[in-house]
């Protein structure tokens, strides 16, 4: 029964969680930031930053097919296959923020990500991600968390 009642507030919190960091964008960041929508799937969240005001997105995702479903929105100015984890292709400091919804989990996208989404956004940026609280210690979110902070990189 535990495991039913936890997929169940798994799925309707994937359905409040864009909403949520599309509310947290608007409140930190102008309406002509450059923003990574870094695991960006079937667009969900570039097109909920659109209809609030932001126009200058770019969509990254390790799927070809999830790219595909974004390009259907019609809100991403450029579309690019990387992986999370890996070194990202795009230059130090190419974003005023990058957001992550439900792509730093198991199985998608490690701790070691945030390295680079720091090194990609300019320094004063913003960095939004969705993370379950289980995965904060386990899965090496916090370490990065510290080893950034002590770094000077991150400053929550």
């Known amino acids: 029964m535990g495991v039913k009642l936890r997929e169940g507030l798994d799925r309707r919190l994937w359905l409040v969680w864009p909403a949520i960091v599309c509310h947290s964008r608007s ?3 102008p309406k002509d930031s450059r923003i990574l929508d870094a695991g960006a799937g079937t667009g969900l969240v570039g097109q909920l930053l659109n209809e609030h005001g932001y126009h200058d997105l770019v969509a990254m995702d390790l799927s070809e097919g999830m790219l595909d479903q974004a390009r259907k929105k019609n809100v991403y100015g450029e579309f690019q296959q990387m992986v999370m984890g890996e070194s990202l292709g795009f230059p130090t400091d ?3 923020a990058a957001l992550s919804v439900g792509v730093l989990t198991v199985g998608h996208a490690p701790a070691s990500s945030l390295n680079e989404l720091v090194r990609v956004v300019r320094p004063g940026g913003h960095i939004i991600f ?5 995965l904060y210690e386990d899965g090496g979110f916090k370490e990065v968390q510290t080893m950034l902070e002590s ?6």
């Open 151 to 156: 770094e000077g990189k991150w400053k929550l």
């Open 130 to 134: 969705t993370l379950r609280p289980d």
């Open 94 to 96: 190419s974003f005023d």
């Open 27 to 29: 409140q930190v960041c």
